[in-house]
């Protein structure tokens, strides 16, 4: 076992900035032409969906974590509304989004970065992974000033795409579905889930925060709502320069919006600021995977897991060994990934480990319906202590799940 404790040096700022940063990631740069093919002018309103069921079950999280500020995030959430045995299982569900993910996001840093130096994919994939790896073992408040730099750069990219576009949003009809009309709507939310998974990674890092039952919350919250606003606009500004398929056809499709506005200049700009995008997600998901490694090895008996368990650092307690762990198996993947095929694999272990907090948070309010809720942050709108919102996230995730699935099916990633 570990003697030494996560250091707690994030603020409220850190937090937010990591949770929109965690959000706003690769995914938007590299889904959102695919999704505007099944959406069509609606692409606006399937970010929405999406949106809105990630905040319901960000609710669940805010509860959770204000009550249990633990690196381990969902895992600890499931076994103290479910069970540990559950939770053990579903360890693995997150583990594998944890993994799969930042590994297919490499691969489209590989891509961006090829189009400014040629650097053969397997180096780039190899490098960037350590690059974020070595960010992580150096400790969270130098991962989060890195973070924080990106996030800044990622966002006054989509900004200059939304200034440049505003011009141009007169022109388009905001309510002209695609050909498969609601069916694309449902199913470009579904596909677009995957640039909205960011909350899982963001309450593992409860117990290196200052005052986490108060910022983390809040931060859940406040970063979810944020980036709606965000997505929504880039939707917008990008259908008001190209008609969803020709959207759907672009390589880079940001880079090509901001291109025709602004000419090759522009979308080099746009390149570098995907290249911070994808890195940060990267990043994210190293860090948030290791923690969950940390505190499944921690609450394990498995005498060979414990290893995961040392903390060591440069000036601050890290779990280097469980870091190192995911950057290899990340690699792994990476070297043989595919970003269109992973968003939607991803997803289907996002919606189970999803769907599993929300019984979990129904299952844990029926367990303790008497007790008390001082400097704790409740769900609100609940009928015999069983929140409402929980239940519409359930039932709105397995609707996301289905079409997720139909993608599969359809062969529309």
Partial sequence: ?????????????????????????????????????????????????????????????????????????????????????????????????GIIAPAAIAISFAEYLNRLVEIPHWIAIIGIIILMSMFNILGSKQSSYYNTIATIVTLLGLGTVVIFTIPDWSTLELFKMGESGITGVLSGSALIF????????????????KNPKKNMPRGVLMSGIIVLIIYVAIAISSLSTFSAIELSE?????????????????????????????????????????????DVARDSEIKWLKKFTTLEGFGQNTPNYAIAAIAL????????????????????????????????????????????????????????????????????????????IYNLYQGNT
């Fill in 329 to 404: 198996t990340t690699i792994a993947f990476g070297l043989i990934g595919d970003l269109k095929i992973v968003a939607s694999i991803s997803n289907i272990f996002v919606f189970s480990v999803f769907g599993m907090v929300n019984i979990s948070m129904v299952r844990y309010r029926m367990k303790y319906k008497e007790q008390s809720e001082k400097d704790i942050f409740k769900i609100p709108l609940n009928y015999n202590n069983i929140p409402i919102p929980t239940l519409l996230a359930i039932a709105s995730i397995l609707v996301l799940f289905g079409f997720n």
């Fill in 250 to 294: 672009k390589e880079g499709p940001l880079a090509a919006v901001i291109e025709s506005q602004w000419g090759q200049i522009g979308g080099i700009i746009l390149v570098v600021v995907a290249l911070f995008a994808t890195s940060k997600t990267i990043l994210s998901n190293i860090l948030g995977t290791s923690r969950l490694l940390y």
């Fill in 1 to 97: 076992m570990a003697k030494n404790k996560l250091s707690r040096s994030l603020n409220f700022y850190d937090i937010l900035m990591f949770g929109v940063g965690g959000i706003v990631g690769a995914g938007i740069y590299a889904i959102i032409g695919q999704a505007a093919g099944l959406s069509g002018n609606m692409l606006w309103l399937s970010f929405t969906i999406a949106a809105i069921v990630a905040l319901l079950t960000a609710l669940s999280y805010a509860e959770f974590v204000s009550r249990f500020p633990d690196a381990g995030g969902s895992f600890e959430y499931i076994k103290h509304g479910i069970g540990e045995k559950t939770a053990l299982v579903m360890s693995i569900f997150m583990a594998f989004t």
């Fill in 194 to 209: 995957f640039s909205y998974v960011g909350f899982e990674d963001l309450v593992k890092m409860a117990e290196e925060t």
